[in-house]
């Protein structure tokens, strides 16, 4: 569903557990990155699909104590907040908050989830799994690396691997989508993602098919 800046993500505590060891040598250089965003929106019975052109951007913290906050904000398809921890073995996920203009979902896994694994070997297959702190909505994620590509982004050339995620929601929010992130990991950054979805809230339905493109590497 379209998105506006939520309220700020409630503090994550620390997890039980997450493979591996701090790497902040690794971490996701801090600064504002933006992608170019292209696709559609449907809501309603019989909607008919919206233009969801337009522009997101990936704002991240400074790493300190090998975690990092990172804020998607797209006025297509809302907000997404993630406490990062940097691992040695990958980059994990210790909090999810997504935003919407009729409903705000925090979810804080514990064991950390693994978003991607370091190295990004093609063939990786991983699951995870976590219940909204209010109790209503439960998330799980298959992910797994497909091959490896290179892009073109802002002039450079960018070595990627590709990962395919299913993601389910189910509770009082249904949806399901197929997403497909261009990943890079010298920079641990996703540089391209596509996302197909569909789903209802409320007795609403709506879906999704957007793709957003990074256009530098370089943080503002």
Excluded at 31 to 50: A, F, L, M, N
Excluded at 147 to 166: D, H, P, S
Excluded at 212 to 220: A, C
Aim: net charge positive; glycine share 10%; with cysteine.
């Amino acid at each position: 569903p379209a998105g506006r800046p939520g309220t700020p993500a409630p503090s994550v505590p620390q997890p039980r557990t997450a493979a591996g060891k701090p790497a902040s040598s690794k971490a996701t250089a801090p600064g504002t990155y933006t992608y170019d965003s292209t696709g559609t929106v449907t809501y309603g019975v019989g909607g008919s699909p919206r233009d969801a052109s337009g522009a997101a951007t990936l704002t991240v913290s400074p790493v300190k104590g090998g975690r990092q906050h990172s804020a998607l904000h797209s006025d297509s398809t809302g907000d997404t907040e993630q406490d990062l921890l940097v691992r040695d073995t990958g980059t994990f996920a210790a909090g999810i908050t997504l935003t919407s203009p009729v409903f705000q979902k925090v979810f804080r896994p514990s064991p950390a989830a693994l978003l991607v694994p370091d190295p990004a070997k093609a063939g990786a297959a991983w699951t995870w799994s976590a219940t909204s702190t209010d109790g209503a909505t439960t998330v799980r994620a298959s992910n797994k690396v497909l091959r490896t590509e290179t892009l073109r982004i802002g002039g450079q050339r960018v070595l990627c691997a590709v990962l395919q995620t299913r993601l389910v929601l189910t509770g009082d929010l249904d949806y399901q989508a197929d997403v497909t992130t261009w990943w890079a990991p010298s920079h641990r950054l996703p540089v391209k993602d596509k996302t197909v979805g569909k789903g209802s809230f409320n007795g609403v339905p709506f879906s999704t098919d957007i793709t957003g493109v990074m256009r530098s590497i370089t943080p503002s």
